[in-house]
T-cell receptor, first 113, second 116 residues
């Protein structure tokens, strides 16, 4: 019953460093999403994917990149970390169909100093 | 652009009380609406999903209603318990063109504390 798995749970970066946030789901979901959540705010969509090999930008894509080489994995890349990217990042997935509930990972808390 | 507002931002009630959380949205052309619960340091857990053609959904002590014409949804929690303490978020979902691609717009949440 793994669901959506995110790693790492916490990370501190220095300005200008790069890193990849990992996300994997074992529910064979086509749709996967990356969100960021700033304190006291709702979630904002960074990127999403409707299937392997297909990705698209969300509301706040600047400074991030994604890839979707398999159905299971949807990593998020930060190339040149900036303090504005300090946030909690959530990966989510869902299946197609009438009951389109979204399943979330437990999040990655990232601080850029 | 869809905007989703949740009022109040925080709510504290004594155990056993019935309560209502509010969610309002500006664009009524939605596909469905979903309520989530978020515990501190955790991801979001889906509570209820209401399709645009539905008026309400129920799960245990939770009841969610949807009024598209007025741009509002409510989450009713009956006989609240300390274990219900969490942040509750609503998300409005719309279609992105053809196929099954969807976009979710989240409210900023209501932080609920149920006092024993």
């Amino acid at each position: 019953n793994a669901g959506v798995t995110q790693t790492p749970k916490f990370r501190i970066l220095k300005i200008g460093q790069s890193m990849t946030l990992q996300c994997a789901q074992d529910m064979n979901h086509n749709y996967m999403y990356w969100y960021r959540q700033d304190p006291g705010m709702g979630l904002k969509l960074i990127y999403y994917s409707v299937g392997a090999g297909i990705t698209d930008k969300g509301e706040v894509p600047n400074g991030y990149n994604v890839s979707r080489s398999t159905t299971e994995d949807f990593p998020l890349r930060l190339e040149l970390a900036a303090p504005s990217q300090t946030s909690v990042y959530f990966c989510a997935s869902r299946s197609a169909g009438a009951h389109e509930k979204l399943f979330f990972g437990s999040g990655t808390q990232l601080s850029v100093l | 652009k869809q905007e989703v507002t949740q009022i109040p931002a925080a709510l504290s009630v004594p155990e056993g009380e019935n309560l209502v959380l509010n969610c309002s949205f500006t664009d009524s052309a939605i596909y469905n609406l979903q309520w989530f619960r978020q515990d501190p340091g955790k991801g979001l857990t889906s509570l209820l999903l209401i399709q645009s053609s539905q008026r309400e959904q129920t799960s245990g002590r939770l009841n969610a209603s949807l009024d598209k014409s007025s741009g509002r949804s409510t989450l009713y929690i009956a006989a609240s318990q300390p274990g219900d303490s969490a942040t509750y978020l609503c998300a409005v979902i719309r279609s992105l063109g053809s196929g099954s691609a969807r976009q979710l717009t989240f409210g900023s949440g209501t932080q609920l504390t149920v006092l024993p």
